[in-house]
């Protein structure tokens, strides 16, 4: 469970007032987007889910695995970040202990993924709730097997992204290629930063289809 808190400007932190439920296994990391507006979590149970935190919606899950395995996870999300401009997710995976034999090393890889994908190239999954699946990672890189890694990180606003061993003090540096951010989508950063309430932003005298767009309904 994912626990949402909120608290009064200049205030005391409040009572829990939202519980996001999705994840099958432990939390191993929560990151806000670059606008506040949205909640990305990643678990051992190999997923990533984007929630709307002010709602509870799950926008979007990114997975490698398609069905989704609910007791066996062959691999674990063990850190991610997001880009600054939210167009863009690195994700670092490794084989869980449980699937290692006493000889393997350590084979982490890194995934990217797009969260701004169009619908059609996306899956509808059907069970308790609907939720738009992601099972394309853009690309995907296996990392230096003599290295133990825990954390990945976009440089800056680069398409840069630094991976940090633990086992030898080196940072592997890999070159993604990231799509370039949209106007509008500049824009909906810009507006979000400022509206945060989704109540807020459907209250705004604006046409049904831009405040869709400034909602995340559609990304």
């Not at 149970?45 to 398609?66: A, N, R, V």
Request: glycine share 4%; hydrophobic share 35%; with cysteine.
């Amino acid at each position: 469970f994912n626990h949402i808190y909120s608290k009064e400007r200049n205030g005391k932190l409040l009572a829990p007032h939202k519980k996001l439920s999705g994840h099958l296994h432990n939390i191993t990391c929560l990151k806000f987007w670059p606008d506040g507006s949205l909640l990305l979590s990643g678990s051992v149970d190999s997923k990533l889910i984007l929630w709307d935190p002010y709602t509870g919606e799950c926008k979007q899950i990114f997975t490698l695995y398609h069905p989704l395995p609910k007791y066996i996870f062959n691999m674990q999300v063990l850190n991610f970040d997001i880009n600054p401009y939210g167009t863009a997710i690195v994700c670092l995976y490794d084989t869980p202990r449980w699937r290692k034999s006493e000889n393997c090393q350590d084979t982490a890889s890194i995934s990217l993924w797009d969260p701004l994908k169009a619908k059609e190239d996306l899956t509808l999954m059907t069970n308790e709730e609907q939720s738009v699946i992601n099972t394309k990672p853009e690309s995907t890189v296996f990392l230096v097997r003599e290295s133990m890694c825990r954390t990945c990180e976009f440089m800056g606003e680069t398409n840069i992204i630094g991976v940090p061993s633990f086992t030898d003090s080196q940072v592997q540096l890999i070159q993604a290629n990231l799509a370039v951010p949209t106007l509008k989508h500049f824009c909906r950063l810009t507006i979000r930063k400022i509206v945060s309430e989704p109540q807020e932003v459907l209250s705004l005298p604006l046409p049904h289809v831009l405040l869709s767009f400034l909602s995340y309904r559609t990304m």
